[in-house]
């Protein structure tokens, strides 16, 4: 294992064994195909996403979490476009600011009851995601635009818990919440978990 939180796993088919390398290392004609996060308490964080990353992100088609990750950085999975489902596990509290983002064929997140707060555009663009669920969890706080252009969602649960709710979270989810309905909620918690479970 190397030291790092985010690299990325193939089966050498030569060795017949696993190779793991930084997310930096990988040369864009070598083979790879799962993102590994391990080590200590936070998926790196991205503050710009280089061509060559955007590259390498298209070809992941899964996710695990290991040990002690307790928040999802930001940008950390961001652009993952074959990525189908993803199950973030227990102890993990925050979803970073466009964590997710453009994981355009994502359908299926498993969420931790330990989760608190989904952040900034999380899930913006995940435009064949259908159903979330978040009624087991804690999550308290919704961030901006969280759910922004997932054009085919049409469930969402959440937990009396949440307090905060932020700007546009469902803007463009039509097949939610048409958007007059999305802009008079403004920043009310309470009308948003109302109206959910009305549609119920």
Not at 161 to 172: D, H
Request: hydrophobic share 40%.
């Amino acid at each position: 294992m190397v030291d790092t939180l985010v690299a990325i796993r193939w089966l050498d088919k030569k060795w017949h064994k696993v190779v793991e390398k930084k997310l930096t290392e990988v040369k864009l004609d070598e083979p790879y195909g799962e993102i590994i996060v391990h080590g200590g308490n936070d998926i790196s964080y991205y503050e710009a996403i280089s061509d060559a990353r955007k590259d390498r992100m298209k070809q992941v088609t899964k996710v695990v979490f290991l040990l002690n990750i307790t928040k999802v950085g930001d940008r950390a999975c961001a652009l993952a476009s074959i990525l189908v489902a993803v199950d973030i596990p227990e102890g993990i509290t925050i979803i970073g600011d466009y964590s997710f983002n453009y994981c355009s064929s994502l359908k299926e997140i498993k969420f931790p009851k330990s989760l608190t707060a989904i952040d900034v555009r999380s899930f913006d663009s995940c435009y064949n995601l259908e159903e979330v669920d978040l009624l087991h969890t804690n999550v308290q706080e919704l961030g901006d635009y969280a759910f922004f252009g997932c054009t085919s969602l049409r469930e969402m649960k959440v937990p009396d818990s949440l307090q905060k709710f932020g700007e546009r979270v469902f803007a463009n989810c039509s097949k939610l919440v048409p958007s007059d309905i999305d802009i008079s909620w403004g920043n009310d918690a309470s009308a948003v978990v109302a109206y959910l479970r009305s549609i119920q």
